[in-house]
Structure formats: structure tokens, C-alpha cells
């Protein structure tokens, strides 16, 4: 793991407890996840796993049934606005007065921190090649989020919440804002949560992942435990009984053999690991064959 | 609060100048006996729907609901703007006054019971207005907007016609030059309280 020397390691700049929320065709069930400050966390599942809606809590934006959030230590609830100012927030859309230009939705933005940096966020715009007389309405969508980064960077945030940054975005910024994360990090103080089914991001930057799944948090390890415990298995059908199958988290069967993950690497290389193949998942493997593989058992 | 304030002044940019397009057509071209009341509540009226489509069309609450702000500041600004938007009406109002002094054949009457029927009208937009806004979420809010302008219209014509000034007592002047705009400021009230128990209990949506 990516081990940084942190005196506040430890600590968690994000706290939920037994968090729940209904709809009428989803729910958060009783979801608890500590986010620790100083790593970068992904928060990765489908789409409509409930990654928005989890992000929406930890802002205040979305009230829930039943749990709590809890932000630096402190209870969200009542304390939304001094919380909140330690908060960089890039959503998936911009959200931002698109008849507006850069400039004046600057001016909007950022008399509500008491920390707003100017000379940061004009080194933002230069380092995005962004004109502040630009109206946000001739934006790309890259470049849309690389303005709502300047924004969330330029408050001396020291969290930084993402959600889905990297969606519908070229390969080229793709790798330029997980630069920019990995410069972040820099700091041992800041911590990022960012949400994101292209898990490739975060097997380049992560060192927690959180997998979220039908509204239920999966697991939340570090990248290194992540890969450790699980392994995809592949092998023949004749391999496939009940003691066998109560190994696997999900599997996909054909009449060429079956496809199968496991989250307990140890055992499966101990049973089978002279009649099948046995590797490393990916981020990827460990999500679709969760969400579409078969459940193996019960 | 002022910084949520301030927020929709800048977002209404260039709506600034239909209100005060409208107040000159109303002041100084298509004038009728209605028109220094329709001055002074056009703005509250107006400037409050061009808000809430600028935030539908964008989906600006999720932006303004990741700022560091209570809920409760959210909707004390949105109240709070209505007398911001009052004093915009008034103060175009007695500015029409003046200039229709330069035309001594034109009548623009502004007095005391105007600016309290305007002052009341405009209170009681903003008072069924934003609960509605709340409770029914912005994409309802466009539909509702549309109904409170021929209801807020209709109200301050049918008001201003059928009180004849010379006919009310001293007492009675005075009851209605104090009673309405009270009247306004208490119901602005509860609506207020109202507006926070819907938006505490609900989720901020685009």
C-alpha cells in the first residue's frame, strides 16, 4: 500500500454510520464507511449502485432515513456550513450558471469561503488554459470539469469529494486530472473520495476502494487487500459442486467451462489450484462479476 | 445569507433589464390608471420566477447545495431577496413619478395606498410562491409561476379598482396603509416557517 507518513493517520475525514436511504425503486441499506484522511478512496459500482446518492449524504445535500454523517469528527448535521467550507466538491455535470461567464461565476463561488485563494485559482485557469471572460455556456464538458476542479481546489479544501469526475471524458485529461490527484496527495493532509465505474482510474491512483452494490457497501479495503483476497477462477464444469461453489462471490457459466470470483484467494488456490486457473482480478472482474454473475450460492 | 443573495443578483445578469424595460412601458409608454402599481410589484414578481428558471434550467441546486450554507440560510435568502426586489419596485415607481412630472398632462398617481397594495401583493406572491417551489421541486415550479402571475395581476387590478380612496375615512386610510403591508410581512412569515419544514425534510434536486 501506499503508505504515507501522516500524523493525523488514523483519523477519518469521513465517518457514516448505518446509513440508509429509500426510494421508491432504490435504497441505501444501513451503509457505514469511515474515510480515511490522507489516502484517496474510490467509491466504485454500477451505475445506480448508489455511488450519487451516497455523495449527496456526506453533503448534506440528501436527507436520510435513518444513520448519520459525520465529516472531521463532527456531526454534518448543524454544522453544514463550517463543515462544508473544507470541502472541494466536483460533481458529474457542471451545475454551474452556464449564461455566466468564468469570471462572474467566480465572483458568485467564491465569497462563500473565507479561505478562497485568487492567485491559486488564476494559476488554475492558466495551468487549464481557461479565459475567465469564457462563458461557461462554450465550455467542453473537459474542460467544464477541469473549471469545476479550480474551484474545488482553489478553498484550501483539504477533502476533496468526486463524483464520477472522470465519466464521458477523453484518455488524454483522464490521465492529466489523475495527475493532478497524485500531485494533491502530495499534501498529507488532503484526502479524496472519488466515485467512478472506470476502474482503471483507481488502479492508478486508489488506495482504498469501497465497492458499493444494489445500495449495499460490498467491502472497503485498500487496493492491496483488495487484490490479495480476490482472484478470478477459471475452469471446467465437471469442477463446479456444492463445496466448490460456496467459494465463489459470482459465476459465469458456458458449455466451454465456467468464470468465477473469489474473496478468499487462499482457499480457492488451495482447493483448485492444480485443476484451475487462478489469477489476480481486476477492479472490473471483482464489479461485473459481482453484479452480473451468477450468485454461486445461497 | 447576503452571499446567496449576491449569488442571484449576478446570476440574473441581463434580466435586470427586462424589469426595467417593463417598468418604462408601464411608466411611460402603455400607462394606465394600474400602472404605478403594477411598477411596484413587477420586480418581487418577476425577478423571483427568472431566478427559479435560471436555477431549473442549470440544476443549480445541486451547486448551491454543496456550498457551505445551511438549509436554512437557502431559504431565509430567497425570502429575504423579495424585499431586495420590493425596493427595486418602489424605487422605479417614484423614478416614473419624477419623470412624469416633466409631461403635466400625464397622470401617475403614487401614493401611500398604491405602495401598500404593491407592498402586500408582492409579500403575498412570495408567500404562496416559494412553499410551492419547495414542496413541488423547481420542474413544477415553471407551471406554478405561470398561474402566479395572472392570479398576482388579476388580485392588484381587481384591488385597485374596487377601493375608492376618497370614500375611506382617515382611520380606515390608515388601517389599510398599515394593515395590508402588515398583513403581508405575517404571512411572508409563515410561509417562511413553512418553506424550512418542507426543505428540511427534503432532498436538494436539480
Known sequence: MNERVDGRRGEFAIEIRSLTKRFSRFALEDVTLNVKQGYITGLVGANGAGKSTLIKAMLGMSVPLAGEVRLFGEPLAGKEDALKERIGYVADDSHFYEHLSIGAMKSVYAPFYRKWDERLFRRYLERFELSPKATIRSLSKGMKMKLALAFALSHQAELLIMDEPTAGLDPVFRRELLDILAELMLDERQTILFSTHITTDLDRIADYIAFLHQGKLAFHESKEEVFDRYAIVRGDLSLLDADVRRLFVGIRESSVGFEALTSNRMEAERLLAEYARIERASLEDIMYLTAKGVPAHG | ?206
Open chain 2, 1 to 206: 445569507m447576503v452571499n446567496l443573495i449576491r449569488k442571484d443578483i449576478i446570476a440574473l445578469k441581463w434580466y435586470w433589464l427586462f424589469v426595467l424595460g417593463y417598468g418604462a412601458v408601464f411608466g411611460l409608454i402603455a400607462r394606465s390608471p394600474h400602472s404605478p402599481l403594477i411598477i411596484v410589484m413587477l420586480p418581487a414578481i418577476m425577478l423571483t420566477i427568472f431566478v427559479s428558471n435560471i436555477e431549473l434550467r442549470n440544476k443549480s441546486m445541486l451547486f448551491i447545495g454543496s456550498l457551505p450554507v445551511k438549509r436554512s440560510q437557502i431559504v431565509r435568502a430567497k425570502y429575504a431577496s423579495t424585499f431586495l426586489y420590493l425596493t427595486i419596485g418602489i424605487a422605479m415607481a417614484l423614478l416614473m413619478q419624477l419623470i412624469s412630472r416633466s409631461f403635466p398632462d400625464e397622470v401617475f398617481t403614487l401614493n401611500g395606498f398604491v405602495l401598500a397594495i404593491g407592498t402586500a401583493v408582492a409579500l403575498l406572491y412570495s408567500s404562496v410562491y416559494y412553499p410551492l417551489h419547495y414542496l413541488l421541486g423547481p420542474r413544477n415550479s415553471s407551471i406554478i409561476s405561470v398561474i402566479m402571475i395572472f392570479l398576482s395581476s388579476a388580485l392588484a387590478a381587481s384591488l385597485n379598482k374596487s377601493i375608492d380612496l376618497s370614500r375611506i375615512a382617515l382611520p380606515s386610510k390608515l388601517q389599510v396603509l398599515i394593515g395590508l403591508p402588515l398583513a403581508g410581512l405575517v404571512l411572508l412569515y409563515v410561509s417562511y416557517r413553512v418553506s424550512l419544514a418542507i426543505l428540511s425534510r427534503r432532498d436538494i434536486e436539480g
